[in-house]
């Protein structure tokens, strides 16, 4: 089945590094001091240095399936949130671009007409790509919605619009077993928990661009969480 989402919504959509530090290693030289304690010059810096501070990684076990039905599903999660992470991500960052310009138009006026210019663009430009997702693929966008602006699609929505507006389009989602007001629950949810997994997985492979999460995520507690979970079940 497929869904139109709200263009309201596709207003905040549309607007990798490597995770591993990286060093020059034609730049760093090892040295010993007379205690034989090795140490490096890195150039263009004087201070001798007993270790080098690297960004912190996560060394990521193989998924292991319970089933051949579990691994299936995996891997169709797992397209799917590689197909929408990116719209979500681009509704975090078209959502800073909007508050950061509506905070210098003083005039109504000038920020209601600015809102309907940014409304007919992504409407021109991007709402076609919006139709063709899957009502899963829909779902799971609005729980990314709210794990990168932290808040929830339906409450954008009644930003920009109206809480009337978005009571309506809550019930039309509805229709398709979509709510807009769907959060992300990682610690909770046991979808969402392997939606973070995906994610961790794919932004170690430099497969999505990673960004921060509107709030703190620890991947190591999340996993240890659910790891409990299962021996205890």
Do not use: C
């Amino acid at each position: 089945m497929k869904i139109r989402l709200p263009i309201y919504i596709s207003i905040f959509i549309f607007s990798f590094t490597s995770i591993y530090g990286q060093v020059d290693t034609e730049s760093l030289e090892k040295r010993k001091d007379s205690t034989e304690i090795m140490y490096y010059i890195v150039e263009g810096d004087t201070i001798a240095r007993e270790m080098i501070n690297l960004d912190e990684v996560y060394l990521l076990k193989k998924v292991k399936f319970m089933s051949e039905d579990d691994r299936r599903r995996y891997l169709i999660l797992r397209r799917k949130t590689r197909k929408v992470y990116p719209y979500a991500k681009l509704a975090a960052e078209r959502l800073t671009t909007m508050t950061e310009r509506l905070r210098t138009i003083e005039k109504k006026s000038d920020r209601k007409r600015y809102t309907k210019q940014v409304q007919n663009y992504i409407e021109g430009e991007f709402s076609e790509r919006l139709k063709k997702l899957t009502h899963t693929e829909g779902q799971i966008l609005v729980k990314l919605i709210d794990r990168q602006t932290g808040r929830t699609a339906y409450d954008l929505v009644k930003e920009l619009r109206t809480g009337w507006r978005a009571f309506w389009y809550n019930t039309t989602a509805n229709l398709f077993e979509i709510s807009l007001k769907e959060e992300y629950r990682p610690f909770e949810v046991k979808e969402d928990y392997l939606i973070e997994d995906i994610l961790e997985r794919s932004f170690r492979d430099n497969i999505l661009e990673r960004q921060a999460p509107a709030f703190p995520i620890d991947y190591s507690d999340l996993t240890a969480h659910w790891n409990k979970k299962t021996v205890d079940n």
